[in-house]
């Protein structure tokens, strides 16, 4: 074989180049974005998908996560096992997530979480968790509730672990931070 033909034998189309690309810039896309948000949350409250209902006020003197996500978000796959890696490390010391889907039923987001070995609260979506954070189109969102209930972050993309310390830890109940 001369060394045109081997050439054009290894030389990728451009649709091949385009896919390469678009793939590269999906799986290494641009970090999330962190905004402040320090706002009163609306109350709101969630039917769990076991049956149990879940209120904003009775999450009050925790900091809590409010993580928006869909079963068929790859970012949102990709993240839950650092959710619950955090939420392990940190729910003794007065952190706790709340997963809200934003388009699932109760049942078909119970047989993910099960399937995926998830014991954080997760909900489908209604109008009280819109009136308080808002229309959540973009997922993955999270949002961090302090102690008192106002919304102090908003991030727009997935979390991880180290932003989650850096947002999360100051936020903790003095008494029960790690030393």
Avoid at 34 to 60: F, K, M
Avoid at 118 to 127: G, R, S, V
Wanted: glycine share 4%; charged share 25%.
């Amino acid at each position: 074989m001369d060394r045109q033909a081997l050439i054009k034998k290894w030389t990728p189309s451009p649709l091949t180049l385009i896919l390469l690309g678009l793939i590269v810039y999906l799986w290494f896309r641009p970090p999330a974005e962190v905004s402040e948000e320090d706002r009163a949350a609306a109350p709101w409250e969630v039917r769990l998908t076991n049956g149990q209902l879940l209120s904003s006020d009775s999450l009050r003197g925790k900091v809590v996560l409010v993580n928006f996500w869909a079963t068929w978000c790859p970012y949102c796959r990709k993240e839950k096992p650092v959710i619950d890696a955090f939420w392990q490390d940190y729910r003794s010391k007065g952190f706790e997530v709340v997963s809200i889907s934003i388009d699932d039923p109760a049942e078909k987001i119970a047989a993910w979480m099960q399937d995926k070995e998830y014991a954080f609260m997760a909900a489908p979506t209604n109008d009280s968790v819109t009136a308080a954070f808002g229309h959540v189109a973009s997922v993955p969102t999270s949002f961090i509730v302090d102690t008192d209930g106002h919304i102090r972050h908003k991030i727009a993309g997935q979390v991880h672990y180290p932003r989650l310390e850096k947002l999360v830890v100051p936020l903790l109940p003095r008494a029960r931070q790690p030393s």
